[in-house]
């Protein structure tokens, strides 16, 4: 698909799109270090009283918003 094809509505609502869902990953991630959490992101936990998964959790969800900011910012670009 080129560049061409695709309309610069779409782009820009596809940047938009990718910069809030990194942001609100990253905000998540920083919840989940700090242990403050809201409880029904806990709900697909097998182990409750355990919060190792909190740090797995939580470097997953900031690798996958700064994942996706750079996806953002490279969508930008081009």
Excluded: C, E, N
């Excluded at 940047?15 to 609100?24: H, P, Q």
């Excluded at 182990?47 to 910012?73: F, P």
Aim: glycine residues 12%; charged residues 10%.
């Amino acid at each position: 698909m080129s560049s061409q094809s695709v309309s610069s509505g779409s782009k820009r609502s596809l940047t938009i799109i990718l910069a809030i869902v990194a942001v609100i990953a990253v905000v998540i991630g920083v919840l989940w270090f700090a242990g403050a959490a809201p409880s029904f992101l806990d709900s697909g936990s097998h182990v409750k009283a355990s919060s190792g998964g909190h740090v797995y959790r939580g470097t997953a969800a900031i690798v996958v918003g700064l994942v996706l900011g750079g996806a953002a910012w490279f969508s930008r670009r081009k």
